[in-house]
């Protein structure tokens, strides 16, 4: 469903579908995974959250963004209305992607609870991101945040500005951004998957929008989008098992400091003065997923990836594929690899050898 947003004519509503299919946690790893830790797998307690939508309603009529606290899966949660909502009623699309990010059963990451929702304009605007204030963009003690919605301002100079203001909170505050892409094969728009520092997703059927377009000398054209897949129908319903994926790995990394190792830095702090250690921080947490991706599937709930990089129009200058990115997430496979432990490099021993 295609939505108009009150800033942005040009954001769309990802569609996000609530058909019963087979359960895609099989698929990505976290049977596996839950099979072998037990009671002690991690699931995203003590990560906050933001969820940002695009409004439902009309255009021209007061926004509905926000998911209903009110279902079985979403009880208990400390949902937080950022953008103001004076309509009084819940958006679908933003149940199901909750129910998908952070819910009691549909998600990998059931432990979240504090969710920061806002409306996706308010969100790029005065309530977080302050683009066209001058200032800073805010900071939250949230450490990952969903976006499943896309678009542009028909405007490469303002597009850049969203760009680089993301990518500097990702970098500054430790605040990973898992974001959707298009749902069909053509060129993506620059919103928010056009950012460096994002998790672009896209689906395992590799039906998805492709490339970044060309806004400035930094933010140009031809790069991979997707950066990984999940195996659901829509973009929308793909992004929130990476984001609940990065949830999880976020806690495994926060919850055992011995996992970070480096000889001279093991933490850092954000500007909400959060301790984060290297196993939690956002470039090591977008590599373990990148990393730990299928390239090849056998998926009960989606479409297999069989031909990864198989034909030449597929394959991008960095190894990936057009299509598929990385590949299908696999949160068994990264979830070791965090677990692991930092490895450092001769090099990084202090020895001076």
């Known amino acids: 469903m295609r939505v108009q947003l009150l800033i942005i004519p040009a954001i769309v509503l990802l569609s996000c579908s609530a058909a019963a299919v087979a359960d895609y946690k099989d698929d990505i790893g976290y049977t596996q995974l839950e099979s072998e830790l037990g009671i002690n797998i991690p699931d995203g307690s003590g990560v906050a959250v933001t969820q940002a939508e695009a409004s439902t309603a009309g255009k021209g009529n007061p926004a509905v963004f926000l998911p209903d606290d009110g279902v079985a899966e979403l009880s208990g949660k400390n949902i937080t209305d950022r953008g103001g909502s004076t309509t009084g009623l819940f958006s679908g699309h933003a149940t199901s992607v909750a129910k998908t990010f952070y819910g009691d059963n549909s998600s990998i990451a059931p432990g979240v609870s504090t969710i920061n929702a806002y409306l996706a304009d308010g969100w790029l605007q005065s309530h977080f991101l302050r683009f066209t204030y001058s200032g800073q963009p805010y900071f939250l003690p949230d450490r990952i945040a969903n976006h499943s919605w896309i678009g542009d301002y028909s405007n490469p100079a303002a597009e850049s500005d969203v760009l680089r203001r993301t990518d500097w909170v990702v970098d500054t505050d430790e605040f990973i951004h898992c974001v959707g892409i298009k749902n069909n094969s053509s060129a993506n728009q620059s919103l928010l998957s056009g950012a460096y520092n994002v998790i672009a997703v896209g689906k395992s059927d590799g039906v998805n929008g492709f490339g970044t377009p060309q806004l400035d000398n930094d933010y140009v054209s031809g790069r991979t989008r997707p950066e990984m897949v999940a195996p659901k129908p829509t973009s929308s319903s793909a992004t929130p098992v990476v984001a609940a994926a990065a949830a999880l790995l976020v806690e495994l990394g926060n919850s055992n400091p011995g996992l970070s190792t480096d000889p001279l830095v093991t933490v850092t702090t954000n500007r909400n003065n959060d301790t984060i250690f290297n196993a939690e921080r956002s470039e090591v947490i977008k590599a373990a997923l990148m990393a730990g991706a299928d390239r090849a599937t ?51 021993d202090g020895s001076g050898s």
Do not use: C, M
């Open 298 to 348: 056998s998926n009960s709930s989606s479409a297999d990836i069989t031909d990864y990089r198989g034909l030449p129009v597929n394959q991008t200058i960095n190894g990936l594929d057009k299509r598929f990115g990385a590949g299908q997430v696999n949160i068994y496979n990264s979830f070791h690899i965090v677990a692991a432990g930092e490895q450092n490099s001769d090099e990084d």
